[in-house]
């Protein structure tokens, strides 16, 4: 699958959050890269920021936080587009809890890690 390709989904992933959670996301940015620190060559995807949850009044005039899902540990996952998809939606939806707040424990909980 190419790059193009695979933004799409992540496109396509980020566009069926319901609008009202998604009206709540703030000071964010998603990207996508081909591989993560080789120390961790399986990650599906990464929050780098201040939680939601976290932020105080200090919160003022950072960087956005970042999500980032890796194209190629997800595409050696999954053996089909559909797979691919799938993976992708899941992988969207955990990083955007933990923009959230949730953390890990929760979303094994959820189902969704």
Known sequence: MSREDFEGLVSDALDQIPPQLAAMMDNVAVFVEDEPDPATPDLLGLYEGTPLTERGEWYAGVLPDRII????????????????????RTTVIHEVAHHFGFD???LDELGWS
């Open 69 to 88: 899902v890796y194209r190629g540990p997800t595409l050696r996952l999954c053996g089909t587009r559909e797979q691919a998809v799938a993976e992708v």
């Open 104 to 106: 890990d424990d929760e």
